[in-house]
């Protein structure tokens, strides 16, 4: 195989915020694997929260470029065994798996969807992210993308306030993420009076590592609550069944798409809600995304959206949020020249 990487440093349509930062552009490593005339794309982004840059993971990858390119890739899973044994990050392996999955799948001749014989006939629609503003730039940002339905980034003194603001200018569903702002009490004060506004779920409410507090929220609070920051790998998925109603997988945090299969199932064995979440990808990240949606019950895969401009063509979402899935095969990624 034949192993290229690459940085893009992606501009943001508007400054993105949440509790603990801001951001106005989205630094991301694309990866790509060639072998056979055909060449697998994929991607994972920065992060400051898990101390994640490109160059950090780039370096971790030119340590065993050799390996790699010298690697028989017969299946995805095996691949991902041998990287996983080389003590990766998980976010540099994300990138190295995406591109083997979308390798294989061009090499199959098939949409991974199909490989995975799940179709796509029918998914969930992403929701289109709100990040943290003054409220009159949040009703701003809504205006100008009209959607079924917002994830609304909280985290400030006035939640519940900005939350009544927003409910006057949409009827869409919202869904509430405040990325481990909230106390216990906090979150199940807050949540009848955000059902009474039209809110579906709360996302990560509490500090990641706050067990108690969420045993009491479960308990108590009268909307379903999602875990993020809490469900990073496989072995938190059992844990988060016993303090969530659901789990929402990012893939450059649990390693790919490889890892998130065994997670989707593990958590629908529990009865657990499954989502899939995004980090503000390009096209590139959001194409794998697409592929689990039929297995999902909710999608965050707004990345290319909050884009001022995209780097390469795939799954397209359309201004209602359903999915153009293209001909190619594998995730169906190419780059833009």
């Given at each position: ?15 993105f915020s ?17 072998l056979?005339g ?10 400051p ?23 028989h ?9 041998f ?28 949409p ?5 014989g799940?179709?796509n006939?029918s ?9 943290i503003?003054?409220?009159e ?6 205006k ?8 609304i ?37 807050n ?16 500090k990641?590592?706050?067990w ?8 108590h609070?009268?909307?379903?609550v ?15 069944g ?15 798409l ?5 997670m ?11 989502m899939?979440?995004?980090?503000t990808e ?7 995304i697409?592929?689990?949606v039929?297995?999902?019950d ?40």
């Open positions: 195989m034949q192993l290229d990487l690459k940085k893009y440093v992606l501009a943001l349509k508007h400054t949440i509790s603990r930062e801001s951001h106005d552009f989205q630094d991301t490593l694309i990866l790509s694997l060639s056979d055909k060449t697998g794309y994929g991607e994972t982004t920065s992060n929260y898990y101390n994640i840059t490109v160059e950090s993971m780039m370096a971790e990858i030119e340590t065993i470029r050799k390996e790699i390119e010298a690697f890739i017969d299946h995805p899973e095996n691949f991902h065994a990287l996983t044994s080389k003590k990766l990050s998980n976010f540099a392996i994300c990138a190295l798996d995406l591109a083997a999955w979308d390798l294989y799948g061009k090499l199959q001749g098939k991974l969807y199909g490989i995975w799940t179709g006939a998914y969930p629609i992403t929701n289109y992210t709100i990040g503003a003054p409220v730039k949040m009703v701003e940002k809504m100008e993308m009209p959607w079924p339905i917002y994830k980034k909280l985290g400030t003194e006035d939640d519940v306030a900005i939350v009544k603001t927003l409910r006057q200018h949409t009827d869409a569903v919202f869904r509430i993420d405040a990325n481990c702002a909230w106390s216990a009490d906090e979150t199940i004060a949540a009848p009076l955000l059902k009474d506004l039209g809110v579906e779920f709360l996302e990560q409410p509490l990641a590592d706050d108690d507090g969420m045993q009491k929220v479960k308990r609070s009268v909307l379903p999602i875990a993020d920051e809490s469900c990073i790998v496989e072995s938190d998925v059992k844990q988060c016993n303090y969530f109603n659901g789990i929402n997988i990012k893939l450059t945090k649990c390693g790919g490889t890892p998130a299969l065994r989707i199932h593990e958590a629908k064995q529990m009865g657990l809600k499954v899939v979440g995004c980090m390009s096209t590139v990240g959001i194409s794998a697409a592929q689990l039929p297995q999902l909710f999608v965050d895969m707004d990345g290319p959206l909050l884009l001022k401009a995209d780097i390469a063509d795939g799954v397209k979402i359309l201004p209602d949020g359903k999915l153009i899935f293209p001909q190619l095969n594998g995730t169906g990624v190419s780059l833009r020249s």
